[in-house]
């Protein structure tokens, strides 16, 4: 298992710091009214979120790397894999970059919060009150 790295918060959204439990009110991103709706505080560790006012406006550089990962991919698999036109490759990363935006947006925040808090064995364990 993975529990317990950087990796582990990242893609399941966990709680950065106990990994106990997720920090989004819905898990499923595809939620649209709830994909960027975090919980105040991890009720399991107390950890609050939102470390600073708008804390989360830095995840935008992020989600610009991740979204760029991703149309590269869209863009290996359409032109290079499946030899495609450039044209097709072009409407495949565009069809990409809004079918994933979703998921892009969540990974960018977990990779933000990921960079800034670690995880702490001794929370993850005792139950705090
Ligand atoms: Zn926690």
Do not use: W
């Given at each position: 298992m993975l529990k317990g790295t950087k990796i582990y918060s990242i893609f399941t959204?966990?709680?950065?710091?106990?990994?106990?439990?997720?920090?989004?009110?819905?898990?499923?991103?595809?939620?649209l009214g709830d994909v960027?709706?975090?919980?105040?505080?991890?009720?399991?560790?107390?950890?609050?979120?939102?470390?600073?006012?708008?804390?989360?406006?830095?995840s935008m550089y992020v989600s610009y790397g991740v979204g760029i990962a991703f149309a590269v991919a869209a863009f290996v698999i359409s032109y290079?894999?499946?030899?495609?036109?450039l044209m097709t490759a072009f409407i495949a990363i565009v069809v990409t970059l809004i079918a994933c935006g979703p998921i892009i947006m969540r990974l960018s925040r977990n990779i933000w919060i990921n960079m800034f808090v670690s995880y702490d064995k001794s929370l993850a364990k005792k139950q705090v009150s």
């Open positions: 959204g966990a709680c950065p710091k106990c990994q106990q439990e997720s920090m989004y009110e819905t898990k499923n991103p595809y939620v960027l709706k975090i919980n105040e505080h991890c009720s399991h560790c107390k950890f609050k979120y939102r470390i600073e006012p708008s804390f989360f406006y830095g290079l894999m499946l030899n495609s036109s």
